[in-house]
């Protein structure tokens, strides 16, 4: 599963502040931080998967240094209560009552 990093970049004397997008391959883009945008992350995301032409659903979420952004899908999902028996997808307890025993 893709997953795309960003952080922002304060101005220099060469350019203004920016938002750089990238991947763990090394692919990435930076765009202009737009102080009008209510996301400019997403932006910046956006962008990367238009270079790459990547398309689905994206979820994100908060790092100390910036966001990050994964694609979604059901299949990758579990339950963040390791005691609960669905902890892990596909849930074992409703397999068990799908099964008829």
Known sequence: MKAITTRFLGPTDWHGSRILATDEDGNRVTVPYDYGSPAPHRVAAQALCKKLGWTGL??????????????????????AIPSHPCAFNPCPAEQEDSSGT
């Open 58 to 79: 994206l979820v994100e979420g908060s790092l100390k240094r910036g966001q990050v952004f994964v694609f979604y899908s059901p299949d990758d999902t579990f339950v």
